[in-house]
């Protein structure tokens, strides 16, 4: 009996683990040959995907990247190593399946045998929605390995600003010592379709005061802005002098009472360049005055400063001791004269 029961176990066991191997042995699905067929890789903010394949000539793999929503900013690396060289092809396409303009150039590099070669990827989207990646192989064989994260832009930290008055994203209100302060993000040239950002914010103003705006760019960014009514007039504009300078907007006049205006802040459909930026709305009274800056002087400045005091004091001795000898000498005249009843 104890025989027996020691042939039996192996079997149910063996039984038991029957499922499992023939789930383990199923092959792992491949990419799709289309966009239809494409093989769906989730995305999720901060978290990284890393998927990969092996091409070979004349065959494209798809993959539809989904999870993205407005503001976020998809980053890919994607490494080819050619066991046979030829040529390879990297394209990425929004959801309606429009090639997106990338800095990689669409038309594909070459690679010898057992090279590798790591090509990066990004996009700062404004609408959001899926996306597709493509691997072409003209000639050749090769292993590729992707690694995909999604990183959160979105402006003022939550909402993603949009590119029109009527999308414009709500900053707040601000008034006499109450100031209101965020920052924003845009994609540069090929990394993205996020060029403008539109802010909406109320006021509420007295007599003679003024709103005040600074826009502040990253170091290798140029940006323009400015402030506009809401059907659209501009009242005023203002733009970085060179990459990462900032400027100011200010609204001056009589503009008592609760006011809505509305902040266009972008970079030249991306060739201001891209990155964060940080905005500041603050109200003043044009009634109150401020000291003047000090301006330090040098030790060059102070020594003919120490100078020009000096002769200063000379000449204004010089000029006593003259009109006194003058008044004097007009005394001493006066007086002869009247002797004579002049």
């Given at each position: 009996m104890g025989k027996a029961r020691a042939?039996?176990?192996?079997?149910?066991?063996l039984i038991l683990l029957m499922p499992l191997l023939a789930a383990s042995s199923q092959p792992i699905p491949g990419p799709g040959g289309s966009f239809d067929s494409a093989k769906e890789v989730r995305l999720e903010v901060g978290k990284t995907s890393q998927f990969g394949g092996t091409i070979s000539q004349l065959e494209e793999h798809y993959y539809r990247l989904s999870g993205a929503i407005?503001?976020?900013e998809l980053v890919m690396n994607v490494s080819v190593h050619a066991k046979e060289g030829g040529k390879v092809m990297i394209s990425l396409f929004a959801e309606n399946r429009a090639k997106l303009k990338t800095t990689t150039s669409d038309e594909g590099f070459i690679l010898r045998d057992n090279e590798t070669r790591s090509v990066s990827l990004k996009w700062l989207t404004e609408k959001g929605g899926d996306f597709y990646l493509k691997i072409s192989a003209v000639g050749g064989s090769y292993d590729y390995n992707v690694s995909a994260t999604l990183l959160d832009k979105r402006d003022m930290g939550k909402e993603e600003a949009g590119p029109s008055i009527n999308e414009a994203t709500y900053a707040g209100l601000t008034y006499y010592g109450k100031e209101i302060s965020f920052f924003g993000y845009l994609?540069?040239?090929?990394?993205?379709?996020?060029?403008?950002?539109?802010?909406?914010?109320?006021?509420?103003?007295?007599?003679?005061?003024?709103?005040?705006?600074?826009?502040?760019p990253d170091a290798q960014t140029s940006l323009k802005a400015s402030i506009h009514l809401p059907d659209g007039f501009t009242v005023t504009r203002n733009s970085s002098m060179s990459p990462g300078k900032g400027f100011t907007l200010t609204l001056k006049g009589d503009i008592a009472g609760n006011k809505t205006f509305y902040l266009k802040v972008d970079n030249m459909d991306g060739f201001g360049g891209g990155g964060r930026y940080s905005v500041r709305i603050s109200v003043f009274n044009l009634t109150v005055t401020k000291p003047e800056p000090e301006v330090p002087i040098n030790l060059l400045d102070k020594g003919l400063a120490r100078q020009l005091v000096i002769i200063s004091v000379a000449v204004i001795v010089g000029i006593t001791v003259v009109a006194l000898v003058l008044r004097r000498r007009t005394s001493s005249v006066e007086g002869w004269y009247g002797g004579y009843g002049y």
């Open positions: 042939l039996l176990l192996p079997l149910v066991v407005a503001g976020h994609a540069a040239s090929g990394q993205g379709d996020d060029f403008v950002d539109f802010y909406a914010f109320d006021t509420m103003l007295r007599n003679m005061d003024a709103v005040r705006i600074t826009v502040i």
